[in-house]
Each structure stands twice: as structure tokens, then as C-alpha cells.
Nanobody, 126 residues
Framework: QVQLVESGGGPVQAGGSLRLSCAAFGYTFSTYCMGWFRQPPGRGREMVAIINIDGSTRYATDSVKGRFAISQDNAKNTLYLQMSSLLPGDTAKYYC???????????????????WGQGTQVTVSS
């Protein structure tokens, strides 16, 4: 079955960088779109970045564009999120998600994604 395992979170000071990884198991990696979502304390889950089946990418507007970069290594079945110039507002639990349906892959809504990892906490201090 599909399994997603995130790693790479932790505490970091504002202005610092982190790289999150999401190892995928149980499916043909290149046939699914994948994304990073985050859930700040007391708030709902929001899209951070998506990489579609054709390799195209999109990011949450304003909040992370230019600071975060999503990428994947098909040979390693691993998704990445490189985060730089981190801000306290980036503090959240970060989740990796995957799906194969076009309706999901073209959506930024978390509820449309069928497969999720357990999340990794990122805490940015000022």
C-alpha cells in the first residue's frame, strides 16, 4: 500500500534553512502528483507546493514563493522541500501528500489528496 514518510523537520532560527524529505513506498512514484502541505498551530492545513505528474510545479502565492523549492528524485522515490529564509510564520507541521487523480493533482485543496505522511514539525524561532 502507499506509504509516505517525512523527515528533516526540527527547530531552526529565523533566516535559516531546512530541507524536508518524503520517502514514498508502494506505488510507481512518477505516476502520482505530490505536494507539501502545512498546518500551523490552531489553523487548517494549507498547500505549500505541488509537483504534478508532468513535473510542473506551483506554490502557495506570496507566503512561500521565492523561499521554498519543491523537487523530486524519481530514482530515489523521494520528494523534497528546500526551505530558506525561514520566518516564524513558517512554523507548522509539514505533511507530504500524493494522489494519482487529475482532479486532485490540479487542486490545492488538502481534502482532495488521498495519501498522507505522518508529518514533520518545523519550528522557527525569532
Amino acid at each position: 500500500q502507499v506509504q509516505l514518510v517525512e523527515s528533516g523537520g526540527g527547530p531552526v532560527q529565523a533566516g535559516g534553512s531546512l530541507r524536508l524529505s518524503c520517502a514514498a513506498f508502494g506505488y510507481t512514484f512518477s505516476t502520482y502528483c505530490m505536494g507539501w502541505f502545512r498546518q500551523p498551530p490552531g489553523r487548517g492545513r494549507e498547500m505549500v507546493a505541488i509537483i504534478n505528474i508532468d513535473g510542473s510545479t506551483r506554490y502557495a502565492t506570496d507566503s512561500v514563493k521565492g523561499r521554498f523549492a519543491i523537487s523530486q528524485d524519481n530514482a530515489k522515490n523521494t520528494l523534497y522541500l528546500q526551505m530558506s529564509s525561514l520566518l516564524p510564520g513558517d512554523t507548522a507541521k509539514y505533511y507530504c501528500a500524493a494522489d494519482y487523480r487529475l482532479s486532485s493533482c490540479n487542486s490545492d485543496d488538502s481534502w482532495r489528496y488521498n495519501y498522507w505522511g505522518q508529518g514533520t514539525q518545523v519550528t522557527v524561532s525569532s
